[in-house]
């Protein structure tokens, strides 16, 4: 039950890309297609944005995408906007019925 | 419109107990796995425990086995965290949360504070 690997932060310019990586193991990112990312503003609850490593929740934009190579999950935002500076966690099954959280990014618009 | 409304956080002593509360509306609850998830101050978030759609089944993180039991009564629609011989490294925001169709956390509540500390 090791937390997935996130980088701490990340930026980017308002209409920019940015690309926040979740790298796990086998036996959970590698293993299953059940990698979710989540949003949270500053005192706020976190929002589900993608689930199934690539779907979209509705009313979510499709600014916001994911993908996956081996361990390796990827959320990728394109057109940056002021709103999207936040805090991002990727999750991922881990088998057995349980869930391992990534360690977070902050995501800086500059 | 789901909300998900927890309740009975604040200061414990450490080796102390306290019992969360969440009250579900808005969607079937008796059909949901349901889910306990929490953030230490200024840190992620950190998966806690998961309980079936009847209650049949629970998992925990390792760090919370055999000190935290989740459960819940689908006739009031509620969720529950019980906790013992909790320890400073416990303190963090209990938020509630339903483990969906989508792998996913779809909804969330807005979280209530745990404090351990003497």
């Known amino acids: 039950q090791s937390a997935l690997t996130q980088p701490r932060s990340v930026s980017g310019s308002p209409g920019q890309s940015v690309a926040i990586s979740c790298t796990g193991t086998s036996s959970d990112v590698g293993g299953y297609n059940y990698v979710s990312w989540y949003q949270q503003h500053p005192g706020k609850a976190p929002k589900l944005i993608i689930y199934e490593v690539t779907k979209r929740p509705s009313g979510v934009p499709d600014r916001f995408s994911g993908s996956k190579s081996g361990n390796t999950a990827s959320l990728t935002i394109s057109g940056l906007q002021a709103e999207d500076e936040a805090d991002y966690y990727c999750c991922s099954y881990a088998g057995s019925y349980t869930l391992v959280f990534g360690g977070g990014t902050k995501l800086t618009v500059l | 419109e789901v909300q998900l409304v927890e309740s009975g956080g604040g200061l414990v002593q450490p080796g102390g107990s306290l019992r969360l509360s969440c009250a579900a509306s808005g969607f079937t609850f008796s059909k949901s796995w349901m889910t306990w998830v929490r953030q230490a101050p200024g840190k992620g978030l950190e998966w806690v425990a998961n309980?079936?759609?009847?209650?049949?089944?629970?998992y925990y993180v390792d760090s919370v086995e055999g000190r935290f039991t989740i459960s819940r009564d689908n006739a009031k629609n509620s969720l529950y965290l019980q906790m013992s011989s909790l320890r400073a490294e416990d303190t963090a925001v209990y938020y509630c949360?339903?483990?969906?169709?989508?792998?996913?956390?779809?909804?969330w509540g807005q979280g209530t504070l745990v404090t351990v500390s003497s």
């Open positions: 949360t339903n483990w969906g169709n989508t792998w996913g956390f779809d909804y």
């Open positions: 309980i079936k759609e009847d209650g049949s089944d629970k």
